[in-house]
């Protein structure tokens, strides 16, 4: 009789096509389990906060900055997070530390209703979830740090999608679950057991993660930092980007897509509403089929990563995923929803994949935090920029048309991939010091 444990093991085998040693198939068994704890937290209060928010009446200004704020924040936040995590050698502990100092904002919100005015509510949570941003930034580049020695490059890509895909598929399960929930309660104690449920399942995650055997973590510039000012230290931070030239070329060639992705990403739903008068049962079928479709994704797209390179996978996917837009304008009813949400999330776990399999094998071991932290920046920017640049669009255009401009300036951003190293290029520099071709 195999236990749990046991039968996880030869399902990341599976996936993978790998033998693990004790420590590291002990390690992915518990980067798997905590990840379900996170599609607990993705079903839960990602999904229905802004929903809260709405059924008490905040304006559309205060929705935009429940998403803007955090993005803004993260711009600022994500270099010096970097910085102070690049201080630590025990990065589990500081990941756990700071996660659930981030997360702690989910109990804070749970508790809001009980001690003020409805009315007073929107504008504190907003601010909650934003400070939250803080100890995130932190703890992002922290977390990746720790995949980066828990989990062998060889097995990266897969093992990731294996994770991803379990991680959506409980946040596929768990969101018409919360759902039901909330029909049958009243209005806002429904939602503090949801919020609740999610800084559970923080907490759960922390347990998890706990166990997780790493090296401690050795920065070439801890030295530095001790001789130095902060502000010199900073500088010399900044600087180290400058000495990884294919690191710069992966920012600049994702540039163009990420910021065409949040372009249209707020209009979406708008669409759908008013547009094609999409009835919330479809809407929620739509979010089904999307989440499956991601979830296959990313064990297919892990597996051609491995044979066929990030670059590849990420050409294609960003190609396909430029049509959705496109396919969402043409369609000529809601029913139609469904279908095209399999487009989304196919295409969505390629890139999801490539995007964060080739960022780790262009991170230096030894400064993989402050690499992980520009990135994050970066896509703070992106994410904050693109959808008021969509705004603006819709405002002039029309949603419809805003909508085809953004499906083709993302066809047109992925064909900057093709400037994003190859296979060769990354071996040649090897910061993972992979062992063979399939490395990356």
Known sequence: MHSPSQHLSAVIRSFCGATLDA???????????????????????????????????????????????????????????????????????LANITSIIARSSYLLIALLPLAFDKTVLPPMAVTIWTLAAIPTAVFVPSFFTVVQQAVPVQ????????????????SAISI???????????????????????????????????????????ADSREAYGKRSWLEGARVFLRSFTESPLFVRYSLATLAFRLALYIPYAL????????????????????????????????????????????????????AFGFYPLVTVMIPSMEWLPAVAALWGFAGSGIDIGLFAMMMALSPEDKRPR????????????????????????????????????????LLGALFFLWLPGREEILGQSPDKPAGRAAI
């Open 23 to 93: 420590v590291t198939a002990r390690n992915c068994r518990n980067l798997i389990i905590s990840g379900s704890w996170i599609g607990l937290i993705e079903g839960g209060i990602i999904t229905y906060l802004p929903v809260f928010l709405a059924r008490l009446g905040a304006s559309p200004t205060m929705m935009s900055l429940l998403t803007a704020g955090q993005f803004l924040v993260g711009m600022i936040s994500y270099i010096p997070g970097g910085a102070y995590a690049e201080r630590h050698m025990n990065q589990v502990r």
């Open 268 to 319: 979406f739903s708008v669409y759908w509403v008013r547009g094609l008068h999409a009835s919330d049962t479809i809407i929620g079928l739509r979010g089904g089929v999307g989440y499956t479709f991601l979830a296959l994704g990313y064990i297919l797209w892990g597996r051609w990563s491995h044979r066929w390179g990030d670059r590849i996978v990420l050409l294609f996917s960003g190609l």
């Open 371 to 410: 690499f992980v932290a520009a990135t994050y920046m970066l896509s703070s920017f992106t994410s904050f920029v693109g959808p008021l640049l969509g705004a603006a669009l819709a405002e002039s255009l029309g949603v419809r048309s805003c909508l085809l401009v953004g499906g083709g300036l993302q």
């Open 176 to 218: 018409p679950l919360f759902g039901l929930l909330l029909d049958h309660t009243p209005f806002i104690l429904g939602y503090q057991i949801v919020f609740g449920f999610s800084f559970l399942g923080s907490v759960l995650h922390m347990v998890h993660f706990g166990q997780i055997q790493v090296p401690p973590f050795v």
């Open 155 to 170: 097995i990266r890509a897969q093992f990731l999608g294996v994770r991803w895909a379990i991680m959506t598929l409980i």
